[in-house]
């Protein structure tokens, strides 16, 4: 069988563009670094994206400095939003799954989201953008996306005894 070379061009050309998708599909940042055996839900990407939203949804809630207690807030939304998500029935749950797989595609993110890098390295002001356009976007789908993601942030933050002083609550009643 012999190939023509219209067609062999075109393989080539076909070949290279998926070889170039392949290489944007390459995750260059940095994981969010904690024991995987503490979540329930969420797996090493979906942490890394929920690493990178929660300062947003999170500003003046969370310390500013860098450093250990930074970190270990940061842990804990993590944690906290897996904890959220666990509770939820499995329907709801594969479609949180659905939107989450859908912000960490390498093709679909940049156009949905406007972050063209890996969502570690997204820059605080790019996430608060790309919040904001979904915040307020005329299409119903992102505004929902936001509102889920939102709401599963701020239940699993203040959800968590170590964010009630902030906002002045003392704690559930204690039974006698």
Known sequence: MSI???????????GGIVLALAGCAKSVGTPFDDDAAAYKVLDASERTLIAALAPAFLAGALPTASGAPARDA????????DTALSGLPPVDLAQIRQLLGLLDNPFVKPLATGVWSSWSDASSATVTAFLNRWRYSPIELFRGGYDVLHQLTMAGWYGQDRAWNAIGYPGPPRLS
């Not at 023509?4 to 076909?14: D, E, K, M, N, V």
């Open 74 to 81: 940061l842990v804990a939304a993590v944690r906290g939003f």
């Open 4 to 14: 023509s070379r219209g067609r062999l061009l075109r393989t080539g050309f076909a």
